[in-house]
């Protein structure tokens, strides 16, 4: 029991699979989108404030290295069905930070509870930490169902997991991080030559210009 038990977990996380169930080119685990969020929050963080704003470095990487944490114990849930309403979204967040509470409080020493009381909470608050978060968690999310129709992957969730990420982000697109990304990166992955290359630009127009 104790801290072993948390060690431990950390390399369960490599065996959990995003977007279970469905036919994949590449797997991507949670430790592995955990790792990618970190790095896209960073370059994010970094455009916020080369631009004038104050990033609170200890709180972003925090947020970020432990935000899928509480998936060790329910599982990677497909987006569209976890995104399918406000109040189901609520009531799996629920369920996995009443699982990871009881994780802290039954494995972690009483002097280090509270701490990791804090950093297993859901992180994608208002503040600019939370912001960056939700868009970098979405960053990684709109790549991961890009290389999937890029390969020409039959599924329709993929299509369905992209319009639902890059419509998360255009919600941020007031963020000069966003903005960034919009303008300067999107249009590059968009470049790329793939299967479905007509209908994937069409869908990436419309939910920007609706998002205007």
């Not at 329910?74 to 699982?99: C, H, Q, W």
């Not at 299509?159 to 697109?173: D, K």
Request: with cysteine; glycine share 4%; net charge negative.
């Amino acid at each position: 029991m104790g801290i072993h038990h948390y060690f431990k977990s950390l390399s369960d996380m490599e065996k959990l699979y995003r977007c279970p169930g469905k036919f994949k080119y590449n797997e991507h685990t949670v430790a592995a989108h955990s790792f990618k969020v970190t790095k896209i929050a960073q370059f994010l963080g970094t455009v916020e404030e080369h631009h004038g704003k104050t990033v609170n470095w200890k709180n972003l990487y925090e947020k970020a290295l432990n935000h899928d944490y509480p998936e060790i114990f329910t599982g990677d849930i497909k987006t569209p069905v976890k995104y399918a309403s406000s109040e189901l979204n609520r009531l799996f967040s629920e369920v996995e930070e009443e699982m990871a509470h009881k994780f802290v409080l039954a494995e972690f020493p009483d002097e280090y509870q509270s701490i990791y009381l804090s950093r297993f909470k859901e992180g994608k608050d208002r503040t600019l930490e939370g912001n960056i978060l939700s868009v970098a968690d979405k960053i990684d999310l709109l790549y991961e169902s890009f290389g999937e129709i890029q390969k020409g992957n039959p599924e329709p969730i993929f299509l369905e997991i992209y319009q639902e990420a890059l419509s998360t982000i255009l919600r941020f697109r007031e963020m000069t991080s966003v903005a960034f990304f919009l303008e300067n990166v999107l249009p590059d992955m968009l470049a790329e030559k793939f299967i479905p290359h007509s209908e994937l630009s069409k869908i990436t127009e419309n939910l920007i210009a609706a998002s205007k």
